[in-house]
């Protein structure tokens, strides 16, 4: 397979301003957490960037529902692993800046891109606990360079501490523990040089409403 039939294959990678590096989406209203709590008051749903603006643009749903319907496929993983190994030059990849993991198989598809790269850093912000921690009864240890942090469901909410040590993860949210403050928002919304995203030995990251 070659990197222009890959790229094709998987619907293309992200290129959000923000990110210092190429990112991976599907539509958000996939999402099995995120939809429950669109509708919920004060939930960080139900302020998602990517469920309006620039997300709702035709071209951008096509290749977003392009990207989602090719993820079961049998090809997905050596398409996406030469995808991003084609395109990604940063050393680091960011897994859905739209949507979230959708199945425990889905994971172990990602996970198992990450063994297939080991020079790129990744990073999965998922609120999809439940997927998480059956995928780590099930096949044990995440690879090294994939940092999962489990995200807080509501704004200004609580980090998921607890099932995150459990699983040996990190996490994003209002945390007691060691807490990082995302500098974008001080920074034209940039991350620039931080990645503390991606840095397992960050514990929490905590991020403004956007």
């Not at 070659?2 to 094709?8: G, K, M, P, R, V």
């Not at 319907?69 to 395109?87: F, L, N, R, Y």
């Not at 606990?129 to 609580?158: C, D, E, F, H």
Request: charged letters at 20%; glycine letters at 6%; aromatic letters at 10%.
């Amino acid at each position: 397979m070659n990197l222009d039939y890959a790229i094709d294959f998987v619907g293309g990678l992200s290129a959000p301003s923000k990110m210092p590096c190429r990112s991976y989406s599907i539509p958000a209203k996939y999402c099995k957490t995120g939809a429950k709590l669109v509708p919920v008051k004060n939930s960080v749903c139900s302020k998602c960037y990517a469920l309006k603006g620039f997300y709702n643009m035709p071209n951008v749903r096509n290749a977003l529902q392009k990207r989602f319907d090719s993820i079961d496929k049998p090809e997905w993983v050596e398409a996406m692993t030469i995808a991003i190994a084609g395109k990604e030059k940063s050393g680091f990849f960011r897994w859905h800046d739209s949507g979230d993991i959708q199945s425990v198989i889905h994971l172990s598809k990602i996970c198992h891109i990450a063994i297939k790269l080991p020079n790129i850093t990744f990073w999965l912000p998922t609120r999809e606990y439940s997927i998480v921690s059956t995928y780590v009864k099930l096949y044990g240890a995440i690879p090294s360079n994939l940092t999962i942090r489990l995200s807080s469901l509501m704004i200004n909410g609580n980090a998921p501490s607890a099932i995150a040590k459990t699983l040996g993860l990190t996490t994003s949210g209002v945390s007691k523990d060691q807490t990082f403050n995302c500098p974008a928002y001080n920074q034209d919304n940039k991350c620039l040089t931080c990645r503390a995203c991606w840095n397992k030995s960050v514990e929490n990251v905590s991020y403004k409403l956007h």
